[in-house]
């Protein structure tokens, strides 16, 4: 027994499955059939589990549960498991069937290792809900309201619905989402809720009272569940899972709603958060809010100020910003300054002012002028930076350190900087050391390094354990690991996957999976799906295909369109793809426009094409220029071709 939503059913059901495995399981579908079903039980043979969910449905009117029936299953060794909820036990607790029966109290609010429990489950609804609930909110009490709770709310946004308790609700949510961890004062609510109530439709509508519409976004629903839950007097926060649902369905927080939750932040921490949640979403809006910020003399908000300008692309007032209002002997200003200049191209500067930002302890500068000087093709200067910054524990040195090296074929060197880098926290260099093993032939050492990294999500990971598996011939691991990089968005995976198909006789499969590669942007593919279908004959398919891969550059597509067109009647548009073809250097097509060029009137026009790829040295096409210069062919064209 417990509160409504405490996960009662759930929890006996779970531990009926767990204890009784070997019983029947009898639910009445009325509480009338429990005398008839109890009879039957009794009877049976096998051992029986009884279930009466909601056990006051079965006390009413004496027609359902009896202490007589409870007694005879007592003697039959059956079980009886019921819920009962606890505003119905009122009332109900001193029934003599209540009372004979063992109670056992399910709490609502879970306690810390619950919690901790919940949140490493497998299912990652019960995860989910461990996250975003609350001490006072408890974890079933967020499973049974997701996702009616939100479905509510938008079906009540409505004439005739609850238009006004949903604004507020929605200025509630909206307001969280913007930054404001405290709660929210009805006042505040009020003058937020105008704008959603607007933008729904206002007074056609025709909004219930104020009064009204709290009461019902504060009414409660499975068990203290509600859309605004009260958190004093006259003050209240939106439902947590009311504020996941408003960020998974990807609506944006009202615009006029930044700016009230910024002036409604009631402390400097709360004001920037909101104004770095702004930022993140709405950027003018955040460059207004620093901007406020920073004209109040906050030289925290005046670097975050040149950020956001940086970002949006202004960069002329994102400089003046630095050099003006931000702190200039502050490293990370340096830094930002740094970057900024370096993306204007104004690299000298940059270096000066990175080197500024790292003397004054900012690791990530020495990093940044590492990478702008091996840009600029200094090796050794972007060496010393990036070693200085891998020695200060900047993010992403010793990585960096790691591909400047591999790269200037010190790879011993490299391997020991991703080792460092991997070591240090960062698994970004797995991949490339596992790929220099795999290299130098060491793949035992290379496949855990790789392993590693793919389980931490690197794709680059899992196409080289892909392709490993392709060259040993182990197909099922190489197509595993494919699909592995599929699920984790890599297009790449879909053609080499498509390749290993085609290439072990399954081009239906094959061309399945070069289809979404296509669509992914990678022209090979287009080229691949077209020679596929060639292969099978489907010429005028191919031939779209063949279009788009000589409008992507495969020189040899022009070949094989010229194919196409000839297989499918149109010999001159033929001649003329493969006269492309051998203009642009391809000595097939030479060859090919010799059984398309004929007449006596294209011999000119051949001669000269086959010319070329004789002197490019295509044997078979100096065999053709002989064989047309013979006077037994009677073609008669210029003189024998030799070298």
């Known amino acids: 027994m417990g509160d409504s939503a405490a996960g009662k059913t759930r929890t006996l059901y779970e531990a009926m499955r767990a204890t009784l495995p070997g019983h029947r399981f009898v639910r009445p579908a009325q509480p009338a059939d429990v005398p008839t079903l109890i009879t039957g039980i009794v009877a049976s043979a096998d051992p029986c589990v009884l279930w009466l969910d909601e056990l006051d449905r079965y006390l ?65 609804r019960v995860a989910r809900a461990a996250a975003r609930s609350t001490t006072g909110l408890g974890v079933a009490e967020y499973l049974a309201a997701d996702p009616w709770l939100w479905t509510e709310l938008r079906l009540a946004d409505r004439a005739g619905g609850r238009p006004r308790g949903v604004a507020l609700t929605r200025a509630g949510i909206d307001l969280s989402r913007a930054g404001i961890g405290g709660p929210l004062p009805t006042s505040l609510l009020f003058e937020a809720h105008r704008s959603y109530l607007v933008d729904s439709g206002g007074s056609l509508l025709r909004p219930e009272p104020v009064d009204d519409a709290l009461a019902w976004a504060g009414r409660t629903r499975y068990g203290v569940t509600s859309m605004l839950l009260p958190v004093g007097e006259d003050v209240w926060r939106a439902h947590p899972q009311l504020v996941a649902a408003a960020d998974e369905a990807g609506i944006p927080v009202h615009r006029l709603t930044w700016f009230q939750a910024f002036g409604a932040a009631d402390s400097l921490d709360e004001i920037l958060t909101v104004a770095l949640n702004a930022t993140r979403h709405e950027p003018s809006i955040g460059v207004c809010l620093w901007q406020a910020l920073a004209d109040a003399g906050i030289k925290e908000a005046a670097n975050n100020l040149g950020v956001a300008l940086a970002h949006l692309g202004r960069h002329e007032e994102a400089e003046r910003v630095y050099r003006t209002q931000a702190d200039l002997e502050d490293g990370v200003v340096l830094l930002n300054l740094g970057n900024l200049l370096c993306r204007t191209g104004r690299h000298d500067e940059a270096a000066k002012a990175y080197h500024e930002s790292g003397e004054r302890g900012e690791a990530n500068a020495w990093n940044n002028l590492g990478l702008l000087f091996k840009e600029q093709g200094e090796f050794a200067r972007a060496e010393v930076c990036l070693r200085s910054a891998a020695l200060a524990n900047a993010p992403d040195a010793e990585y960096n350190l790691g591909v400047l090296l591999e790269e200037r074929g010190r790879t011993e060197e490299a391997k020991a900087s991703y080792a460092r880098a991997y070591d240090a926290g960062d698994s970004t260099g797995l991949t490339n050391w596992g790929m220099l093993l795999l290299d130098e032939g060491r793949q035992e050492e290379a496949e855990p390094l790789l392993r590693q990294a793919a389980d931490a999500g690197d794709r680059d990971a899992m196409l080289s354990l892909a392709n490993a598996a392709k060259a040993d011939g182990d ?12 699920d984790a968005g890599d297009a790449r995976a879909y053609f080499n996957l498509a390749n290993l198909l085609r290439d072990h006789g399954q081009p239906g499969l094959a061309e399945m999976l070069y289809r979404p590669a296509i669509d992914a942007g990678i022209t090979s593919a287009v080229y691949n799906l077209a020679l596929l279908l060639m292969r099978q004959e489907r010429f005028t398919e191919a031939e779209t295909f063949l279009h788009q891969a000589v409008a992507h550059g495969h020189r040899k597509a022009m070949f094989h369109l010229g194919y196409a067109l000839r297989q499918t009647g149109r010999p001159q548009a033929a001649a003329a793809q493969w006269e492309l073809a051998a203009e642009e250097g391809d000595t097939d097509a030479a060859i090919a426009l010799a059984t398309v060029l004929t007449s006596p009137a294209d011999q000119a026009r051949l001669h000269k094409v086959l010319r070329r790829a004789a002197d490019a040295g295509e044997g078979d096409a100096a065999l053709v220029l002989s064989a047309m210069a013979s006077p037994e062919t009677g073609y008669g064209l210029g003189t024998p071709w030799h070298r």
């Open 60 to 124: 009413e009117g004496g027609c359902g549960l009896t202490a007589h029936g409870l007694a005879e299953l007592r003697r039959s060794q059956a079980v009886l498991l019921a819920t009962l909820d606890a505003s119905a036990l009122e009332g109900r607790g001193g029934t003599e069937v209540v009372c004979q029966m063992q109670h056992v109290e399910l709490d609502r609010r879970w306690n810390a290792a619950e919690r901790r429990r919940a949140a490493e489950s497998r299912d990652p």
């Open 475 to 486: 197909m099922r691991q190489a197509t595993d690991w494919y699909h592995r990089a599929i």
